[in-house]
């Protein structure tokens, strides 16, 4: 017997082209590079083997046609390796279980995506995820839940499903993978905007820009929900070409206390995250040989902190942008 092109498209489809273990669930097809052509990487691995020689092959159980999609599971090279060389601790009874469970998580998976998010008209029953703090706004469907939990200033709405608040937490409540926190903004920050749409949730954040002497959008994050782990991408919003070098502004942290004030150190600090958006590497190494200045503590210190924050983020916008 031989497996049938049918029984291929039934094992790598619903197994989604990936690995069936749960703990690995690679996916099992390369990328082009150059003039090579994608490449699938997987093995029809047999739950009993073709032979009664081999893996599993001689215990009772195994169906007529052992290369029928029932016999089969979809596995990397490794996992393959695995199973066949340690029989006796993956028996078939185990195997078909994993084939199973991986299965069904494919299909909550692919339910999930092709149904949205959407606000639910009673967010109090979500009240549990909260740990007893107000529930703002909750987006739901049959199989997840993205619950905000506010702890500071109370949601309001700014247009176009948007709200707008200080101090919340962002939980996703899956079926499958529990509660995990998909973003907090505290409320000592200044408030954040969010908004969900389908599968992924959107905040964007503000800070103060010293050159304009106003509260500007710094940043959006974009989380998608739909994955597992949840992915984040990043986007600089802020556009500020500023007026000073990273090297004058460095100048000035390295003043005596007796030649500046602890507030101007403070502006000069949002100043030196301005000219960093750029170069934030060369900024956060401004920030970081002054560690131990004497402004360096309290609120010059709060200060520093939130900068070098601001300039990750700049750096892995970079990267995801």
Known sequence: MTITDRTRKLLWGRAAGCCSFPNCRRLLFSSPSGPDSPKALGDEAHVYARSVDGPRGDLPGAPDDRDSYENLILLCKYCHGLVDTQPTSFPPASLLSIKRHHETWVRELISARLVGLAPVDDPHRYQGTCNNLPVGQVWANDQRALVTCVYGSNPLPVGGNRWRASGVNFHLVSVRDGVSCVFGSSEAEHEVDYWCTDDSLHVIQ???????????????????????????????????????????????????????????????????????????????????????AWWYDGSGAETADGVLEDLAIARKAKKTG
């Open 206 to 292: 503000y800070r103060y820009d010293p050159e304009s002497d106003q509260i500007l959008a710094f940043v959006e994050r974009v989380f998608n929900l739909s994955v597992t782990p949840i992915e984040e991408s990043l986007s600089l919003l802020i556009r500020i070409k500023s007026e000073h070098e990273i090297a004058d502004l460095a100048a000035i942290l390295g003043k005596p206390s007796d030649q500046v004030t602890g507030s101007e150190i403070e502006i000069t600090l949002l100043k030196l995250r301005n000219a960093g958006l750029v170069k934030p590497a060369e900024a956060e190494n401004v920030i970081r040989q002054h560690f131990g």
